[in-house]
């Protein structure tokens, strides 16, 4: 397992130095994070000898980082790291470290973006093919993973709605008809669910298990009610945003970067405010929307799970059997 993974990460690292994408090494320490109500983050404190002591807190992305190189005129970038998430259960697909690869496409929208992590699957699964099946062969697993070295599927989130939950766009875009889809598909819902949160329960228990798990599926377009920093598709209620699925698990997320300062600000501000009611509050940049406008890029960038892209080409049912060590065990021991 360990060579394959060493294999694999080699793979992808010379997949992006091939076509001219600078490797970042960012911090994994940040004083200031970008705000996201639904993650919860990791805080320490710098002890200094002769200053006060500092709260630093551990990247859930690099994305705080890369954002200010990309602003600086760097170009196309990729970063393998470590990432860390807390608040989350910790179990077959979650963990509260794990490996991130971000890239971003100087130049490129979210839809092209698809085409380049296509390619990128495909040369993992062209180059460790036959090493990845002689794994699984030897585990007893399943020898041939999901496809991937033709097109996946392309659906849009209306669409997904539409063949797995008999819902129109129009079903999926207010509350008040995500409540009304729920209760005529006996999922629970509550009243004091945000947009977000029915939306994605929805998503979850309607869709989610009926995509194709056979070969790689793009959900795109997402709603724009669900607050990101996805530029909006102008004239409707999406924005340019994409999900991958392979073998049924939610895999990247990728976003056509906003670049207006004013959008970015009023996210910091509503999610700032979101924030103040989680377990680990955290300062955030006021100033982090001035990186953003005519010297920003126009760009799409991509957030992938190396632990579930490892497992889903090994076979296995848990990322816990693609790392050497997990921070986590029963007995309070890595293992």
Sequence with gaps: MLRLR????????????????????????????????????????????????????????????????????????????????NGESVGRLHAPEFTMLEYYTVGAAYLESIEITETLLSAVREQAGKQLAEYRTARGLEPKPPELSRAGERVSVSQAFERYAGAGSQDITSIEALHSLSFRNGVQSREDDTYEEAFNRLLVHLVEPELPRDRPVYLYDYPAAIPTLAADKPG???????????????TANCYTEERDPQKVKDFFSAESAR?????????????????????????????????RLLMILLGERSIKSVVPFTALSEKGHGS
Aim: glycine share 8%.
């Design 275 to 307: 924030k103040a009611d989680s377990l680990v509050p955290h300062p955030v940049d006021d100033g982090y929307y001035q990186l953003f406008g005519d010297n920003f890029p126009y760009c799409s960038g991509v957030a992938m799970g190396v632990e």
């Design 236 to 250: 409707t209620a999406w924005c340019e945003r994409w999900e991958l699925y392979l073998g049924g698990i939610e």
């Design 6 to 85: 060493a294999r694999i990460l080699h793979i992808i690292r010379s997949f992006f130095t091939d076509r001219d994408y600078l490797e970042v090494d960012t911090p994994m320490l940040a004083p200031t994070l970008i705000p996201e109500a639904h993650l919860e983050v990791f805080e320490t404190t710098l002890v200094h000898p002769d200053r006060e002591r500092r709260p630093l807190y551990l990247v859930p992305s690099p994305e705080v980082w890369i954002k200010r190189l990309l602003a600086e005129g760097v170009g196309s970038v990729f970063q393998l790291g470590k990432s860390f998430r």
